[in-house]
């Protein structure tokens, strides 16, 4: 069984919010029975002196009253959310019942209610949660129409239409609510986004410039060795292979500390694609994997940096060849989508990736591979995003993945 793990300052924050309620309950409550069955009889000399005797009396009272030691339990137990419910269900059930014990079969005209069931409607956004905002506004309108039925009365058509006025005003203070909290997560998450980003920054600039001259020497020593004694280790070739792939990291490292300047050019991406698939062909026939590839009609020029491009091209494509090592096929297709954007899209026969690799793929070290290191597919995301393009991944699990990158057009 999957256990769900609750924030701790979300409980403490519906905690104060829950006792924020409690103290407005009571005080709207008893000040309102207070008035309505003290001071107004005062003034308009119409009704007795005194507390209520008919329907529950002075027992409706004492069962809301009751309701405060289970909340505090509930609170006490870490469950603060329940609490709202709790007063909800069992407020909306006592009122019904004691409205219809006292005028069911009586001549009297409908006048029960309390002020303080405007506060469960109109203090919903407070909670920013919307199952509790419909259920509150349905309940507390359902209560009446309940009524309205049972004692066929239509006074309750006032208390119907105020309640759905209120809940229309806190509908929208609900949705204002939410979107500043969403507003405030955006900006926490891209801040920290950030905070990650400029600490592989630093460490990026760090190792790669470490790295990379012993890595030169060391792969010049290889390929010597391999000139000198070409028949007598056939591990030469795996030796450079490596360092070659060390040396990706590094340039991936390079970038992410020091981003390069982009030098913008109109370029055609027919010749981008097929450098690139000349780039790639070699592995892809290795691994068995053949590329079709189809282009929508004339396509116009783009704003570019050749050289980036074709890194995000190789990059997708050979993650793509990498998906299927059993061989497949890979489609890529180009087409203009409107008169300032263009799709480039390539989809592979891969085992594809779930739901929630998915959300991670871009992030820093994250990676699906057995022997990556989860920077190629960040660079690509960030050369994209310096080209003012977007880049989409959608995939379903045994049924490959497809990637769509998509480019502004040179405006001519």
């Known amino acids: 069984m999957k256990e769900t793990i609750i924030n701790p300052n979300l409980i403490l924050e519906e905690t104060k919010t829950i006792k924020f309620f409690l103290v407005l309950f009571y005080i709207f409550f008893f000040a309102y029975d207070f008035y309505y069955y003290y001071l107004m009889p005062s003034y308009t000399k119409e009704g007795e002196i005194g507390a209520p005797n008919e329907g529950f009396g002075l027992f409706f009272h004492l069962a809301v009253l009751l309701l405060l030691p289970v909340a505090l339990y509930f609170i006490k137990k870490g469950n603060p959310y329940i609490v709202k419910y709790i007063y909800l269900f069992s407020y909306a059930a006592i009122e019904t019942v004691n409205s219809l014990v006292i ?14 069931e405007l506060l469960f409607v109109f203090f919903s956004p407070i909670f920013v949660n919307k199952k509790y905002f419909w259920t509150a506004s349905i309940c507390m309108i359902g209560k009446y129409i309940i009524i309205g039925g049972i004692l066929q009365t239509s006074t309750v058509v006032i208390a119907i239409i105020v ?14 609510f939410t979107s500043y909290i969403n507003a405030l997560t955006s900006v926490h998450l891209e801040l920290r986004q950030n905070e990650k980003l400029a600490v592989i920054g630093q460490m990026a600039a760090g190792i790669g ?3 990379r001259n012993p890595l030169s020497s060391l792969k010049g020593f290889t390929q010597l060795q391999q000139e000198s004694y070409p028949n007598t280790n056939d591990f030469y070739p795996i030796m450079i292979k490596e360092i070659d792939r060390i040396n990706s990291i590094v340039n991936d490292l390079m970038y992410l500390g020091k981003p390069k300047e982009i030098n913008f050019s109109k370029a055609s991406i027919e010749k981008i694609i097929e450098y690139t698939l000349s780039i790639t062909q070699q592995q892809a026939e290795k691994m068995g994997v053949s590329v079709e590839t189809t282009m929508a009609g004339p396509l116009p020029p783009i704003d570019c940096d050749r050289k980036q491009l074709k890194q995000v091209l190789i990059n997708l494509i050979k993650n793509a060849i990498e998906s299927m090592p059993s061989g497949g096929k890979i489609k890529i297709k180009v087409k203009v989508v409107d008169l300032n954007k263009m799709n ?12 929630k690799s998915i959300l991670n793929l871009g992030e820093p070290f994250f990676t699906t591979k057995k022997d990556g290191t989860g920077l190629g597919l960040m660079v690509t995301k960030q050369i994209i995003g310096d080209h003012k393009g977007d880049l989409k991944i959608e995939s379903k699990l045994g049924h490959g993945t497809k990637v769509i990158v998509t480019l502004p057009i040179s405006q001519i």
């Open 103 to 116: 005028y069911l079969g009586s001549d009297k005209p409908f006048g029960s209610g309390n002020i303080v």
């Open 163 to 176: 309640f759905c006025i209120l809940s229309v005003i806190a509908f929208f203070l609900l949705t204002r």
């Open 209 to 211: 410039h470490e790295i």
């Open 344 to 355: 480039i899209s390539i989809q592979d026969e891969g085992s594809g990736i779930d739901d």
